[in-house]
């Protein structure tokens, strides 16, 4: 496909340079920094992660490289890439000796062309001739997905394929079996139902590509002179759209969206206008388009995401609406937080974030008012703020091409997100209520229930190990093959805890992984522990101490030994091991600030509390 002049790709919810000369002193800034870091190694304690990422692919894809770094350190990321021999993929998968296996990638990035699964099919095929060449080269990705995750124990991502294909038969391409776009079509279906099945994660350039228009992506010059599929405009995009994929496998994604109420969620301004006077609903554009940025919410909502309100206005007016106006989709029982006043907002998310338990670096804050905008990004540059466009007809694509709240597993507890903020609601009542913690504590009727990891629960034990930062020890990452592989693993404890209450269930909040010391069977290194925000101060962690030293008795071991990794995330457990009743081993501070623990499983005494037990 031909492309003499291919559209500029921009990131409209970025907000714009303020000067021409700042945005290129930026842009050389950016490049040097890139080039500076050819041999990343961020200072302990930096907040900064190193990921090793390969990219195997069948194009040029060099260029990228930059745009991926820079995305990378975004998101408090240094991306360490490695680019594999051109069209080599699978010997330097195969090759022990090749500089793949020297790097050792965490991330293995499949970059692909449909050029290969389509080049020998006729166009007199029939759909049976062109399923069998497809599903073929299909194959052909498992075996590869299945070499990269033995070999590195990586997690692997595999590019749809851009249909850069011309046009054979017209419109009439759809309903030829082997026109070249209705294959390239067929290819990523089946290719995406089969990374669906083994644990593959997808980065969607198809889909970018047909938003943007395939001559943003792909230029046919290029293509000819240096065999790049993806065109140098389309790199920044590219970058962040791979960079959104590692910071969400690493739990880095957004948690909750902040919205803003007066010509946000409806056109006009309450306390001036009345009931009566905002525009909201069908019947008008602004109205549909307000309405519309609700509808995107609640999907939100339903997929996971926390929705809470910041709003300069008087509460009780602003709930009025909510509650009475009849074109409102979103309803007060929609926000886990709801904070309507005069304050500063920048403190009001403080307090939001505050009252969820969770990271101001976990916001996406959403206000038509510029001057609002500018504040929060100035006052709490962790929070994102996306740079609406000045029609609210274009706030939801705004919004969802930013992609603050990728995935990379949609799973029952997700589901269930929405329901279990909204309970916390009600447990804030019932503290607010008690005389004591203790009170409060007896009052919630919690139970737990735990048992080792089975197959059912790996999904929602991989999500929690990647995205939890403050109840993390120890920070590792681990992907859902290493994750089966320490489950299945009879030497080794994975413990998996779920916590009800009163209220509900607040689904699987919390794993415990033991593995033995070296040639030290009796000895337990706790090598992850994480839980989720949502149950802080409940008791769950001297539970689950009592709980997995009563496993570990039983099979005879005598000592629990453990690390603390200080992140600028997890401080809140800086005391965790010796409230458990953990000795220190090391008394010096070393280098990388790790703190080493160990505790007796003989002297040990249980933690009496409030949780009744349900499973062992």
Same mark, same amino acid.
């Given at each position: 496909m031909q492309s003499d002049m291919p559209r500029r790709l921009t990131m409209g919810w970025l907000p714009a340079p303020s000067d021409f000369r700042g945005h290129l002193r930026a842009a050389l800034e950016t490049i040097q920094l890139d080039r500076a870091l050819g041999q990343p190694d961020p200072e302990p304690g930096s907040g900064f992660s190193i990921v090793r990422l390969a990219i195997l692919a069948s194009s040029t894809v060099d260029h990228l490289v930059p745009a991926i770094r820079v995305?990378?350190?975004?998101?408090?990321?240094?991306? !360490?890439?490695?680019?594999?021999?051109y069209g080599q993929h699978r010997q330097d998968l195969l090759d022990p000796a090749s500089p793949l296996h020297e790097f050792s990638p965490q991330m293995v990035l499949f970059s692909l062309t449909a050029r290969?699964?389509?080049?020998?099919?006729?166009?007199?095929?029939?759909?049976?001739?062109? !399923?069998?060449?497809?599903?073929?080269?299909?194959?052909?990705?498992?075996?590869? *997905?299945?070499?990269?995750?033995?070999? /590195?124990?990586?997690? %692997?991502?595999?590019?749809?394929f851009l249909d850069i294909t011309d046009p054979l038969f017209g419109s009439h391409d759809?309903?030829?079996?082997?026109?070249p776009s209705r294959m390239v079509a067929r290819l990523n279906d089946l290719m995406s139902e089969a990374a669906a099945s083994e644990g593959v994660l997808l980065l969607d350039v198809a889909r970018a590509s047909e938003g943007d228009g395939i001559g943003a992506w792909f230029d046919a010059g290029r293509w000819m002179q240096a065999k790049m599929e993806i065109a140098p405009p389309a790199a920044p995009l590219y970058g962040d759209l791979v960079a959104r994929i590692v910071a969400a496998q690493r739990g880095m994604s957004k948690k909750c969206l902040v919205l803003d109420l007066d010509n946000t969620l409806w056109s006009g301004v309450i306390g001036d206008d009345g009931l009566e006077g905002i525009v909201l609903g069908e019947g008008s554009a602004a109205g549909e388009a307000h309405l519309a940025l609700q509808r995107y919410a609640l999907q939100l909502k339903a997929r996971g995401v926390i929705l809470a309100v910041c709003s300069k206005n008087d509460a009780t007016i602003a709930e009025a609406v909510i509650r009475d106006h009849? $074109?409102?989709?979103?309803?007060?029982? &929609? =926000?886990?937080? /709801?904070?309507?006043? *005069? $304050?500063?907002?920048?403190?009001n998310l403080k307090t939001i974030a505050a009252r969820l338990n969770i990271g101001l670096d976990s916001l996406v804050f959403v206000d038509d008012n510029p001057v609002e905008r500018a504040r929060i990004r100035e006052s709490l540059p962790m929070v994102a703020v996306p740079e609406l466009p000045e029609d609210v007809a274009y706030y939801v694509g705004c919004l969802a091409n930013a992609g603050y =709240?990728?995935?990379?597993? /949609?799973?029952? !507890? &997700?589901?269930?997100?929405a329901g279990q903020y909204a309970a916390n609601t009600e447990r804030e009542a019932l503290l607010g209520?008690?005389?004591? %913690? &203790? +009170? /409060?504590?007896?009052?919630?009727?919690?139970?737990? %229930?735990?048992?080792?990891?089975?197959?059912?629960?790996?999904?929602?034990?991989?999500?929690?190990? @990647?995205?939890? @930062?403050? =109840?993390?020890?120890?920070?590792?990452?681990?992907?859902?093959? $290493? %994750?089966?592989?320490? #489950?299945? #693993?009879?030497?080794?404890?994975?413990?998996?805890?779920?916590?009800? +209450?009163? =209220?509900g269930d607040n689904g699987l909040i919390s794993i415990l992984i033991l593995r033995p010391e070296p040639e030290q069977a009796d000895v337990l290194q706790i090598d992850t522990w994480v839980m989720s925000c949502r149950v802080f101060g409940r008791d769950l962690e001297f539970e689950a101490m009592n709980i997995a030293v009563e496993t570990a008795r039983r099979r005879g071991v005598r000592a629990f030994r453990a690390n603390y990794i200080p992140t600028k995330k997890n401080g809140v457990i800086r005391d965790l091991y010796p409230r458990l009743g953990f000795t220190r081993v090391n008394a010096e501070m070393p280098a990388d600030g790790t703190i080493q623990w160990h505790l007796n499983l003989a002297e040990y005494v249980g933690r009496k509390t409030h949780i009744d037990r349900l499973g062992k």
């Open positions: 995305a990378g350190l975004r998101r408090r990321l240094v991306v !360490d890439v490695h680019i594999g021999t290969e699964a389509i080049a020998g099919v006729p166009v007199t095929a029939k759909m049976a001739e062109v !399923d069998e060449a497809i599903e073929r080269s299909v194959d052909e990705l498992r075996f590869l *997905w299945k070499k990269a995750r033995e070999t /590195f124990k990586a997690t %692997v991502i595999q590019q749809t759809r309903l030829v079996a082997a026109a009849p $074109e409102m989709l979103l309803r007060r029982g &929609d =926000f886990a937080a /709801f904070v309507a006043n *005069w $304050e500063d907002k920048a403190a =709240f990728e995935t990379v597993s /949609f799973t029952a !507890d &997700d589901q269930l997100r209520s008690s005389e004591s %913690v &203790d +009170d /409060f504590l007896r009052g919630l009727r919690m139970s737990v %229930v735990f048992g080792p990891v089975k197959a059912v629960d790996l999904s929602r034990v991989t999500q929690l190990i @990647n995205k939890t @930062n403050q =109840f993390n020890p120890t920070t590792r990452r681990y992907t859902a093959e $290493e %994750v089966e592989a320490i #489950a299945a #693993a009879p030497e080794m404890i994975s413990l998996q805890f779920r916590l009800l +209450d009163r =209220f």
